[in-house]
């Protein structure tokens, strides 16, 4: 009970200690900042370019054609390889339910 009421002389303790702190001083410099100019910040969008010329459009559409063409070997590549992890995870699987057809067939024999 004593923590209790502790606790509540800390937590009701805060605005007392706040206007005690000076909060008139705190009001007298929002009053000033608001005098201040404001500041412009950057949006951080990007401005609209404009439209490429053709030698440049060109280049970009056979970048994007040689990256698409890495995509689709990187695909084929992690297609195989989850293949392969499926065939394994499908062996250890096996293993394990004959480890465990082995154990029940020793303990239902009692030996």
Known sequence: MVA????NAVRNDG????????AVRLM???????????VKRPTGRA???????????????RTLERECERLKKE?????????ALE?????VAARIDGVIESLSGVVDRGD
């Open 15 to 22: 605005p007392q200690r706040f206007a005690a702190r000076g």
């Open 75 to 83: 695909l084929e590549a992690a297609r195989r390889r989850i293949a």
């Open 28 to 38: 007298a410099q929002r009053v000033k900042e608001r005098g201040k100019e404001k």
């Open 87 to 91: 065939e394994s995870r499908n062996l």
């Open 4 to 7: 209790f009421a502790t606790a």
């Open 47 to 61: 401005k609209e370019r404009p439209s490429p010329p053709a030698a440049t459009a060109d280049a970009r559409v």
